[in-house]
């Protein structure tokens, strides 16, 4: 999975939609984070805006087809 994911963000990052200082390592960790917010039920109602949040702090455009790739 941290293999798919950085190639994810490798492509994302040549195609000027996601920020270029992180690596796969970091976006491992915040999906890593995001799966744990999930399972937690304090955060389980605000999971899906947690998840926007993460994801406008790592993309740096929306995607035009509604992908990150």
């Not at 490798?10 to 920020?19: K, Y």
Request: glycine fraction near 4%.
């Amino acid at each position: 999975m941290k293999a798919a994911d950085t190639h994810l963000l490798v492509r994302t990052q040549a195609r000027g939609r996601a920020r270029a200082d992180i690596d796969g390592t970091d976006l491992y960790a915040l999906v890593d984070a995001l799966a744990w917010l999930h399972n937690q039920p304090p955060f389980t109602t605000c999971a899906d805006y947690l998840s926007d949040v993460i994801a406008s702090a790592i993309l740096t455009k929306p995607a035009r087809d509604g992908n990150a790739s």
